[in-house]
């Protein structure tokens, strides 16, 4: 256990931290899901749809520093590969 005042605030903003990024990887993983489930019923209006959003949830996440800028540039690849091999 932390003794010092300043080891017992890191503590506190630890966990706070820990929550804010469990947030957003939850956030990221939802919006793809989103997207992989569009495709799944090929339709291509909402899988660009939810393309541009899970677009936006990556950049944040990078942003705040939770993912890598080359982690979330291959899920955006990825992402952006299913949704283009359905509209053929």
């Known amino acids: 256990m932390a003794h010092s005042k300043s080891a017992k605030k890191r503590i506190v903003i630890a966990e706070k931290n820990r ?4 947030a957003i990887k ?3 993983k939802t919006m ?3 997207v992989l489930a569009a495709v ?6 909402n899988s660009d749809a ?5 677009y936006q949830e990556l950049d944040r996440a990078v942003s705040k520093g939770i ?17 283009n091999a359905i509209k053929g």
């Not at 799944?40 to 209006?45: A, G």
């Open 19 to 22: 929550e804010r990024n469990q």
């Open 26 to 28: 939850s956030r990221v």
């Open 67 to 83: 993912l890598k800028k080359n982690t979330a540039s291959r899920k955006k690849s990825r992402l952006a590969v299913k949704v």
């Open 32 to 34: 793809s899901k989103k």
């Open 40 to 45: 799944e019923t090929k339709d291509t209006e």
């Open 50 to 54: 939810a393309l541009s959003v899970a």
